[in-house]
């Protein structure tokens, strides 16, 4: 009987070591809006690419999402929105168009894609909970998020958005 | 106007290079920042086959500003492969590009450009630590302001998340090393050995990032010394604490249990109690609690089968007629009996199998005087099984048990061989003369001393048939005291007033539930059976039920294993209270009538 009890309250404990989040998979805040998302997971993919994907961006003047007001200064309040069109904009406008002739980077992006999506069900939720309220500003930065996106061609574009994964990630944790 | 310069450089290089298209000179390869925390340097390699007096130019770039490449001045035509761009990337939320290119007097190669690099790619390391030691613990002071030059950075400003330190501690004697983790830069290390040497390095951390970082320089320090008499004055204290506190719960708790309640008797008996002179000693001993219960259930057990055999049809009532002399002592010890009588009245109808031992007395008049009449013949009945209640004075059953001589739970039978034993309690070596005394109490019926019946049943209920076996002698004695009349006076109190010792010691004996050889599951049996018997007194019929059902089956320490045995720790608890109540409580009888079955 001992023994038993035993083995259940360690399993008990494993079990709750495991739904414990770990170090990469945090849980961010915006606003009022929990999101438990693996950002070292992601961020891992996207350090194998980096440095391919970087290198065929060879626009250097133009930056889509470091416009000095993009997101920069993005206040509390707004974040939500702006991470949930963010990651809209990702899913629906760069993933797909950032094919390469090569299959490792390919597959990497898939999994950053995946990740992605399930993020944006996620805010997609809180969305519609109204816990992602969009004021006129968020839509203001994401405008210009947008046409600094519009002013290239679509696959430079996308694959320059691709290389400024870790610039979101960074301000996703900054703001998280 | 090193711009400006830089400018006019560029265009004279690329001047020459479009001159010669054919000779080129080899860009420089492995172009890459190799940089650590406020230290970011930019590394390259010679291009292939470079000349010798090549010189290399780097310039830099913000990504996503319209600024254009600037050069650097501090590595313009250098001769080095390296160049320190800390100064100009020091912002942790951009992007910065940087490029180099050979120039060999007029020639100059293609410019080769690193990926992008940001600070927050940087490798990390801390700027140094701080060690203080207190007894076995060590206080860690962690610096993050990294300088470099003129520069300030901060750790936390480039990282701003998820920071953690790995700890690494290294005892030297053993070079043993194992690591903590923090999160905080002032920390303690406790639980070290005391007058050990360690060696401490700390290496920071990011949680979400891959990202390399440097180790500090060891320091070593060395636990103090352990002081051992201020841990042993209060661990001294400590204890003697915890013992006197522990010594004052058990003083109290035997204060608690040796201040005994006078038992009183039962509610049923009461009655009958008070009608029989005997009761008077016993009221006032009565306490009535539960302990009082098991005995008078055991008595009224008795009864019953009297009554109901007897001249009433009570049977099954557990009130005993007051005539009857059934006075159900209030003790617990009658309960057993009267349980005993029950279970054997199963044989008989009335509990005449197993005596309890209680000596019903037939007549109503409470007297002792073992009146003929049916009563008696009740009591008779239980006397083929055992004269005795088999409850000793203090212990009905228990005397059985401490019959045992034999070793065998089986309270009565073993007791008898002893002569009488019965109630003696577990004293069964003792001298059985010196018990018979105390058989506990003999039917009064006429010397039926008769060995009990039912060896095996002889459990509970033996000890209070209390078959007495002794071959008429002592039992006899008592019973003749009760009169020629087989009649049973109630209980005899065979016990002589020295009885009362060996009763009292028989008590004892039961009261430490190991002691009797035999007895020792009887003991633990015994004093709960009363309890049991008690329990099932405790419903008049039920008493009765009882009783004939356990004294029928043939003691069957089963019985009591499944069933009991399980009540029986608690009982026993309960028990040994129950016997110590009746050890006092038998010693007042003693003091009073011998003859009587005054419980």
């Known amino acids: 009987m001992k023994r038993s009890h035993l083995f259940l309250c360690l399993l008990s404990v494993s079990c709750c070591l495991n739904l414990m989040p770990t170090a990469g998979n945090k849980i961010f805040h915006f606003g009022p809006c929990r999101v438990s998302m693996s950002v070292t997971e992601i961020r891992s993919g996207f350090t194998a690419i980096k440095a391919n994907i970087q290198a065929r961006d060879t626009i250097r003047t133009l930056s889509i999402l470091s416009h000095p007001h993009s997101l920069h200064k993005v206040k509390p309040l707004d974040r939500c929105c702006i991470t949930h069109q963010l990651f809209n904009f990702y899913v629906d406008k760069v993933f797909k168009h950032c094919k390469t002739e ?59 958005s691709l290389g400024e994964l870790d610039i979101l990630l960074d301000w996703i944790e900054k703001s998280g | 106007m090193a711009p400006s310069a830089s400018a006019l450089a560029l265009c004279v290089a690329l001047l020459l290079t479009r001159r010669t298209d054919g000779e080129q000179l080899a860009r420089p390869t492995h172009v890459r920042f190799d940089a650590e925390m406020a230290h970011h340097v930019l590394r390259w390699e010679p291009g292939h086959n470079p000349p010798r007096d090549v010189l290399y130019e780097v310039e830099h770039k913000v990504y996503g500003t319209n600024l254009p490449w600037t050069a650097i001045p501090r590595c313009t035509r250098i001769s080095e492969h390296s160049c320190d761009l800390t100064y100009y990337t020091l912002d942790p939320a951009r992007r910065y590009y940087a490029r180099v290119r050979a120039v060999s007097k007029n020639h100059t190669s293609p410019w080769e450009r690193t990926n992008s690099f940001s600070p927050q790619e940087a490798s990390l390391r801390l700027s140094g630590q701080s060690l203080s030691v207190t007894g076995n613990t060590i206080h860690m002071e962690l610096q993050l302001l990294l300088k470099e030059g003129n520069l300030t950075v901060r750790f936390e400003d480039v990282q701003r998340h998820a920071r953690l330190y790995w700890v690494h501690i290294r005892r030297v004697q053993d070079n043993r090393t194992y690591e903590e983790v923090k999160t905080v830069t002032e920390f303690n290390i406790s639980n070290l050995f005391w007058d050990t040497e360690y060696c401490i390095s700390v290496e920071p951390d ?87 219960d098991p005995i008078q259930q055991l008595f009224l057990c008795q009864k019953e089968p009297q009554q109901g055999s007897g001249h009433d049809g009570s049977a099954g009532t557990a009130q005993p007629s007051p005539e009857k002399g059934w006075r159900l002592p209030a003790r617990p010890e009658d309960r057993l009996c009267l349980l005993g009588t029950e279970s054997m009245g199963s044989r008989d109808s009335s509990c005449t199998s197993t005596d309890s031992g209680i000596c019903l007395r037939t007549s109503s008049s409470s007297e002792l005087s073992c009146s003929s009449g049916s ?225």
């Open chain 1, 102 to 160: 090569d299959s490792f980077v390919n597959r990497k992006i898939s999994s950053i894609a995946n990740s992605f999506l399930s993020v944006k069900r996620k805010l997609g939720q809180c969305h519609e909970q109204n816990k992602c309220l969009c004021g006129e500003e968020s839509a203001e930065k994401f405008k210009q998020i947008l046409a600094n996106y519009e002013g290239l061609n679509v696959t430079s574009a996308a694959i320059k």
């Open chain 2, 375 to 599: 009563e008696p013949q009740g009591y008779k009945q239980q006397l083929p099984i055992s004269d005795d209640s088999g409850v000793g004075l203090e212990t009905p059953c228990l005397h059985p048990a401490s019959s045992s001589s034999s070793g065998k739970a089986s309270l009565t039978e073993t007791k008898q061989p002893h002569g009488g034993e019965l109630g003696v309690a577990p004293a069964t070596d003792r001298d059985s003369q010196q018990d018979l005394e105390f058989r506990g109490y003999l039917q009064q019926s006429k010397s039926t001393v008769e060995p009990r019946q039912d060896p095996a049943a002889g459990m509970v209920f033996s000890g209070c048939a209390g078959s007495l076996q002794s071959p008429g002698n002592t039992d006899i004695v008592l019973e003749v005291e009760c009169s020629k009349l087989a009649v049973a006076k109630g209980y005899l109190k065979q016990s002589s007033p020295e009885h009362p010792r060996s009763h009292t010691q028989d008590l004892a004996a039961w009261g430490a539930p190991r002691e009797p050889t035999a007895w020792d599951f009887s003991s633990q049996v015994g004093p709960q059976a009363p309890t049991l018997l008690s329990y099932g007194v405790s419903s008049a019929p039920l008493a009765s039920k009882a009783g004939p059902e356990l004294l029928k089956s043939p003691f069957d320490l089963t019985i009591f294993n499944t069933d009991l045995l399980g009540t029986l720790p608690l009982i026993s608890s309960l028990s040994n209270n129950e016997w110590l109540t009746l050890q006092i409580n038998p010693l007042s009888l003693i003091n009073g009538d011998s003859k009587d079955s005054r419980l």
């Open chain 2, 206 to 292: 990011v949680a979400s990032r891959h990202i390399n970082a440097t180790r500090t320089d060891e320091q070593c320090v060395t636990t103090g010394k352990r002081d051992r008499s201020a841990e042993l004055a209060l661990n001294i204290v400590s204890s003697s604490f915890i013992t006197l506190s522990l010594l004052g719960l058990l003083g109290a708790l035997l204060v608690c249990t040796y201040i005994k309640k006078p038992m009183r008797p039962p509610s049923v008996l009461k009655s009958f109690i008070k009608q029989s002179p005997l009761w008077v000693d016993q009221e006032s001993s009565s306490s009535g609690s539960l302990d009082t």
